[in-house]
């Protein structure tokens, strides 16, 4: 019997794993397809933390609140804003290189919607996710967890009204039953249920499903966040258009060249993320249009500062620094999910749930743009 089986193998899961390994627990990851096929390599923009002045976790919790549209868990957003900066140095210590300034060696922090200022770190440009995944995933296997690729879930293992373990598929088609003193769900979001998503297609709220077979409470599952620029082509899962290149000079237009999002939000096009989602959705009915346009090309240096949109664009045939880029919401990120309490414990013993899988209500009805590569805290294992 294993001490601590996690479910995925995101940032959530592996930041959990590896914190439980270090203690001294035993400790297998499952994941259903590659260790790195995850919605953290997906993730572009980056991690929202106050780490410098005139920053503080006091504006960030501003934000993080005013983009919940009033539904946050305070408790949660204190745990998110208070330990941000640490988990930050965290994800340094265990190796990831988040991006910094030539002249001083700084980090460089971007602006996206909602920020009231500058304060996401982020890797590769606009590769965040992927860099955060690979120096996990080397942390992971220099502890020696044992990780096992290609592994399906079924369901959850309940005797006496506590989760014991699962059932799993293995590669080879095999059915095993896993037991285990703690299950940790760590297994992301929902968005293939959507026909439009930004997710990979392991997002397919078996995680949920399965804790919610097994009697586990949920909450807020309604709340699946719209990302207002995915690019508007014919692939699935969309490509993302960071909010990150409005943080950068770049305007949202409408079909006659219009910066529509002025009349809209005091932040204009920097407005919350639901805000900027609406505006766009409001057009595309009324107008009976398949798309808009984000307009990038104020944005100096491009391919540098954002080489995967750069690559995606161009994959279409555009040029992000001479083209409109045609635009469209496409469902991204689930608020809700499995209740927990602030350590990651769910409403069953046994069970634990934590990032895109978890409802701790700190995201409210609307997370704050790069919120989600910060609520995976290692504060989940303490408990165990
Ligand atoms: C983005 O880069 O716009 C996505 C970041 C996020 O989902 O928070």
Known sequence: MTDL???GSGIAGLSAAIRA??????????????????ATSYAQGGVAAALAEPDSPALHRADTLTAGVGLCDDDAVDVLVGEGPD????????????????????????REGGHSLARVVHAGGDATGAEIERALVAAMQELRVDARERW????????????VGVEAIAPDGSQHAIRARHVLLATGGAGQLFAVTTNPPVSTGDGIAMAYRAGAALADVEFMQFHPTALDVASMPRPLLS??????????????????????HPLADLAPRDVVARAITRRLVERNLSHLFLDAT????????????????RAAGLDPSADLLPIAPAAHYL?????????????????????????SGVHGANRLASNSLLDRSEEHTSEL
């Open 298 to 313: 104020p944005i100096a240096d491009f391919a540098t500062r954002f080489p995967t949109v750069d690559r995606a664009a």
């Open 152 to 163: 399906f879930t079924v369901d959850l293992l309940v005797e006496g009204g506590a989760v």
């Open 243 to 264: 909010e990150a290149l409005r943080g950068d000079g770049a305007i949202l237009r409408d079909e006659h060249g219009v910066a529509f999002m002025v009349d809209e």
């Open 335 to 359: 608020s809700g999910g499995v209740c927990t309490d602030l350590d990651g414990a769910t409403t069953l013993p046994g069970l634990w749930a934590c990032g895109e899988v978890a409802c």
């Open 21 to 38: 390994a270090e203690r001294g627990l035993d400790v297998t990851v499952l994941t259903k397809g590659a260790l790195a096929n995850t």
């Open 5 to 7: 089986l996690v479910l």
């Open 87 to 110: 988990r930050v140095r965290e994800l340094m210590a265990l190796g990831a290189n988040f991006d910094r300034a030539a002249i001083d060696g700084e980090l460089e922090l971007a």
